[in-house]
């Protein structure tokens, strides 16, 4: 089982960028497909990002392809999540997730492991 922690999540204004990062404690990355979901008030949970551990292969949501890039650190079994020229509309309670799947990479219904998640918010 994967405990993940996320942080790095902040106040910023349009136009600009954080990285939110998301470690794992009790077993490795190892065989698992992470991704970031976000969550706004009173809207659903949307696939944001993913990342296969075994091949590094990358996929995003049409809404951020270009202005975020996902990443991976061996070493330090982290996740991260570069946001740049970020939006207002991006704003919204940010949270990674775990799963054995390689096929359902949007869904999240496909990953068995959250974490509490970290607050964006995007001024105008």
């Known amino acids: 089982q994967v405990q993940l922690v996320e942080s790095g999540g902040g106040l910023v204004q349009a136009g600009g960028s954080l990285r939110v990062s998301c470690a794992a404690s009790?077993?490795?990355?190892?065989?698992?497909?992470v991704g970031w979901f976000r969550q706004a008030p009173g809207k659903e949970r949307d696939f944001v990002a993913a990342?296969?551990?075994?091949?590094?292969?990358?996929y995003y949501a049409d809404s951020v392809k270009g202005r975020f890039t996902i990443s991976r650190d061996d070493a330090k079994n982290t996740v991260y999540l570069q946001m740049n020229s970020l939006k207002p509309e991006d704003t919204a309670a940010y949270y990674c997730?775990?799963?054995?799947?390689?096929?359902?990479?949007?869904?999240?219904?496909?990953?068995?492991?959250w974490g509490q998640g970290t607050q964006v918010t995007v001024s105008s």
């Open positions: 009790g077993s490795t990355f190892r065989s698992y497909t």
């Open positions: 997730a775990a799963g054995h799947t390689t096929i359902y990479i949007r869904n999240k219904d496909a990953y068995a492991y």
């Open positions: 990342i296969t551990w075994s091949s590094g292969s990358t």
